[in-house]
Every structure is written in C-alpha cells, then in structure tokens.
Nanobody, 122 residues
Framework: QVQLVESGGGSVQAGGSLRLSCAASGNIFSINAMGWSRQVPGKQRELVALVTAGGSTNYADSVKGRFTISRDNAKNTVYLQMASLKPEDTAVYYC????????????????WGQGTLVTVSS
C-alpha cells in the first residue's frame, strides 16, 4: 500500500512564508508527477502546482511568482515553498502523486494525501 504524508502546514500572517513537504512511501519504483492542490470548504479542489520527474513545472496563475515546487526523486518527496502568502491562500493543501508504479509493477493512476491546513491571517 502506498501513502503520501504531508507536513509543514500551519498559521502565518499575510506576507509570510511556509514550506510544505510530502513524502511518498510504499515500495515505490517511480512517480510520473507530484504536486499540490488546495481546497476551500464549498469550493472545488484546484491545482496549485505540479512537477514531473524530469523537472517540468506547472503553476496556477494565482500562485505564479510566489510559490515554488520542487521534488527529490530519490526520496519520492515533493516540496512547496510558499512566499508572500495572502489570506486567499488559506485552504487545505493536498499532496498528489500521478502515475505511481510500485516495484512489483502495480500501478496507481492517482494517489492523494490526507491534506494539511494552511491559514493566512490578514
């Protein structure tokens, strides 16, 4: 069984920074892409950022220039460095692994973490 474990959420004042981490475990051979999405109660989950195994990145327009995604392929870990945080960034942030393959060749198209809350106060 694979799992994604997030850490680094918390409360911060507007203009501050936070760094989220997400480690994937479970006899993993490879992960095509890893990323972060966020969700506010009553709204749909939205993509924040995604990074492929080759290092290509994709960001939501709302976070471009403020957030930076990176990953350590050897550790199956993805990071989200968030700077210049705004109250509208307040949400539960979910880690995501796309195209995960275990060493026994079992494939998971899409795996999600449990989420970590980020609260930005004005």
């Amino acid at each position: 069984q694979v799992q994604l474990v997030e850490s680094g959420g918390g409360s911060v004042q507007a203009g501050g920074s936070l760094r989220l981490s997400c480690a994937a475990s479970g006899n993993i051979f490879s992960i095509n892409a890893m990323g972060w999405s966020r969700q506010v109660p009553g709204k749909q989950r939205e993509l924040v950022a995604l990074v492929t195994a080759g290092g290509s990145t994709n960001y939501a327009d709302s976070v471009k220039g403020r957030f930076t995604i990176s990953r350590d392929n050897a550790k199956n870990t993805v990071y989200l460095q968030m700077a210049s945080l705004k109250p509208e960034d307040t949400a539960v942030y979910y880690c995501r692994a796309v195209g995960l393959i275990r060493r026994d060749s079992y494939k998971y198209p899409d795996v999600w973490g449990q989420g970590t809350l980020v609260t930005v106060s004005s």
